[in-house]
């Protein structure tokens, strides 16, 4: 079983070289293993954190609360994300963070990092870059549902979940567990339930994919990505997914 260490190390090598003293470092960290309910928050906006999130199980999500209490998601995050590695860097939070079905998160003290990226600044090269490529991940999503039609908007949102899990060596081929439902899909896609009923049927009678009850089957990969216009070069892995 990984332990805390062995995911932020993995994640990290996925767009950083790290040597064995890096690794060292890494695992010297101390950290406190917190569970979450479905839609907990563990952080919210508005809040000044003092420490710092990995997620270890399950998935979790960055959101923008909407006047009278709507969500807009704004990305997703899986096993080996560090959702909120910008507050070392910000002071009060301009998002919250929650759980998207049951999930674990480690929680790190930033003084803790802080004094890492001292000793080992190629580790803190690297958890700059993890917050680099979060940002690319916004560049995307914000071309996604301002530009694309609505089936295209969400053949690219499961290109990139279903992508980033192989990479991490979440999913199996062909089958990826995303734990939300359509009103969450719709909240990050700006889609109402019955847009995304009504896209969900369109990609479904493709024969590229189907979603039902959480999971993610991808039946022809090649079709997804270009209804999705997905290639993946934004997320800057160092190694592509064996699709």
Known sequence: ????HDIITRKLGEHSRLDDKDV????SLPVQSRRLRPNEDFIRQGD??????????GMVARYHVLRGGR???????????LPDAQTLFIERMDHAVCAIGEATIALIPHH?????????????????????IDAAIFREAIT??????????????????????????????????????????????AMSIVT?????????RT??????????TVFDWKKLAELGEFDPNYLHLKRPARL
């Open 1 to 4: 079983m990984q332990t805390e």
């Open 24 to 27: 060292a470092a890494l695992r």
């Open 48 to 57: 000044r954190p003092t420490q710092s999130a990995l997620v270890t199980q």
């Open 71 to 81: 969500r807009q998601y704004l990305s997703f995050h899986m096993t080996g994300d």
């Open 112 to 132: 803790k990092i802080c004094d890492l990226f001292e000793r080992r600044p190629e580790v803190g090269f690297a958890i700059w870059r993890e917050t680099l």
């Open 144 to 189: 996604n549902n301002s530009s694309r039609p609505a089936a295209a908007r969400m053949a690219h949102l499961f290109c990139e979940l279903y992508y980033r899990a192989r990479s991490a060596g979440l999913a199996k081929p062909g089958s990826c567990r995303l734990p939300f439902h359509q009103g969450q899909i719709g909240e990050a896609l």
């Open 196 to 204: 995304v009923n009504r896209t969900m049927q369109t990609l479904r």
């Open 207 to 216: 024969g590229a994919m189907e979603f039902r009850n959480g999971m993610l």
